[in-house]
């Protein structure tokens, strides 16, 4: 299992994995990473300052990804953990909680104190995770990601 920063040859596969992951689950396509226009060409997004991605791969295969941004609008020193999928066969094997501790251990490194994430009841064994490596449910949605369909939002102190 190799965890490695995104590239671009890396774009056209992620997307598929987070378009079906979205429509697997049956939450709404709009006003989710689905329609974002920026999951077409997550190399270039996470090349801005105080932003990663990273991706799992094993044997040449993709099995998915999870970043941190400074998306707008958040409270100083917290940043987004953003475009977290997996593939389905991949999931509950450790590799997402892999991923997770990767990407907070680069928040940190790049002076983050604070996470935040948004996302859905339906993604049920998703948000099990985020509870056990720390994250809290907060009432509202903070910053300005754009996935205004996101119905629960959760924080985590690094």
Not at 102 to 109: I, L, P, Y
Not at 112 to 127: C, G, I, K, N, P
Not at 138 to 147: C, D, M, R, T
């Amino acid at each position: 299992m190799l965890f490695r920063p995104i590239e671009p040859k890396d774009n056209a596969r992620l997307a598929q994995i987070i378009r079906s992951s979205i429509e697997e689950f049956h939450v709404p396509l709009q006003g989710t990473a689905h329609t974002d226009p920026t999951t077409d060409d997550l190399f270039t997004l996470f090349q801005k300052p105080g932003s990663a991605y990273w991706v799992a791969e094993e044997s040449g295969e993709i099995l998915g990804g999870c970043g941190v941004s400074p998306t707008s609008g958040l409270p100083d020193g917290c940043a987004e953990l953003v475009r977290f999928f997996l593939t389905p066969a991949s999931r509950g094997k450790g590799i997402g909680k892999r991923l997770m501790q990767q990407c907070f251990d680069t928040a940190q490194s790049l002076g983050y104190r604070q996470l935040y994430l948004e996302t859905f009841a339906e993604m049920s064994a998703a948000v099990g995770m985020y509870e056990k490596m720390g994250f809290h449910y907060i009432p509202q949605a903070l910053g300005n990601s754009g996935h205004y369909s996101c119905t629960i939002w959760m924080l985590k102190d690094l």
